[in-house]
């Protein structure tokens, strides 16, 4: 854009811009959606789906009762255990009462025979067979307790050699399923991409080009972007198999268009300088001048110290020339004298 193109104009373009922008941006947004909706035509599948269903779910049914048992396992060994340790106080408290009251009666009377003695220690020796009986108690609750975690265990490993032995099965059908949805989208998004590239090649002059230019990046954004997250193996090949189309495409119409130009300029400079000057568009020229480039030949205009710039040295185009009425110097292409303004 150079400084001597009308101000709107530079606006317009910049307005048209963001409209492309904008518009891209709502339709990738849209597609977006529609793209995360795909995978939800096809069904989700789990590797349960891939086996016995009756002999998994009794499976688990037994694995649920069984995690039951462990945990009241857990709690009778813990009731148990406060029982033994009640049972252990109880026989320690009989048998230091015992002991003292033997100790206050050595000294005056035979302890063996007495009746009281005999007694009192059959007593104690009652704590101590409850005592006894808790321990036993509690060593039961501990066995139970290791026999339902091996069964768990048991359980749990026929589940998992079911569930190993569908893998396969499972993963294959994922593969495919995959397969499927990387189709549709390539199915959605390679069309998008054909009708940007026919967009691009033929609609470059249409009043409408900001609005189709939005979808050219619309299709690009869906296309590279949007197919290959989903499916990187798949996804990769396209993607790069694509791009290597493009460029090619791409490559073939520049050079083409570098040599119809190149024979296009090779043409008008046969023309003489009036017609040439007369053909080349005043934007273009005034754009073109700006940039210090001929507008003839577009090659860059020679400037020598203490010599007027008239004409192109590689065209022989006129670049500047004085005004018929005051003799000013003004560029050529100029449309009114820069110090009169008769018309030139
Ligand atoms: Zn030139
Ligand atoms: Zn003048």
Redesign the pocket.
């Known amino acids: 854009m150079s400084k001597s193109s009308r101000r709107p104009q530079q606006l317009y373009t910049v307005i048209m811009w963001i409209l492309s922008t904008v518009f891209a941006g709502f339709l990738i947004g849209l597609g977006s959606l529609v793209i995360a909706d795909l995978p939800n035509i096809d069904q989700q599948t789990t590797v349960k789906d891939f086996v016995d269903s009756g002999k998994i779910s009794r499976l688990e049914h037994s694995i649920t009762l069984t995690n039951k048992q462990i945990i009241n396992n857990r709690l009778d060994i813990e009731d148990a255990d406060v029982k033994l340790q009640s049972a252990k106080n109880d026989y320690q408290n009989a048998k230091a009462s015992l002991d003292s009251w033997l100790k206050t009666r050595t000294a005056t009377e035979s302890i063996s025979q007495n009746p009281e003695v005999i007694k009192r220690t059959r007593a104690v020796e009652s704590i101590k067979q409850a005592e006894r009986i808790a321990l036993q108690q509690l060593e039961d609750a501990q066995t139970k307790a290791t026999q339902s975690r091996r069964k768990l265990t048991e359980l749990e490993n026929r589940r998992a050699s079911i569930l190993d032995e569908a893998r396969p099965k499972y993963r294959k059908s994922q593969r495919a399923r995959e397969l499927r949805i990387f189709l549709l989208r390539l199915a959605l998004t390679l069309p998008l991409l054909v009708i940007g590239g026919w967009l691009l090649a033929r609609k470059r002059k249409s009043s409408y080009w900001p609005l189709y230019r939005g979808f050219v990046l619309f299709a690009l954004f869906a296309f590279f972007v949007e197919l290959v997250p989903y499916l990187p193996s798949y996804g990769g090949y396209v993607r790069y198999v694509v791009g290597i189309m493009l460029v090619f495409v791409a490559g073939h119409f520049i050079i083409k268009g570098m040599r119809s130009y190149l024979e296009r300029k090779q043409v008008e400079e046969t023309r003489s300088e009036g017609e040439r000057r007369q053909s080349i568009e005043y934007e273009t020229a005034l754009k073109k001048i700006a940039a210090k480039t ?1 507008p ?2 577009d ?1 860059n205009i020679v400037k020598r110290e203490g010599v007027e710039t008239d004409f ?1 040295v ?4 006129r670049l500047e020339k004085d005004c018929t009425n005051c003799g000013t110097r003004n560029v050529s292409f100029h449309k009114f004298c820069l110090s009169c303004g008769t018309p030139s």
């Open positions: 001929c003839g030949c090659r192109c590689h065209c022989g185009i």
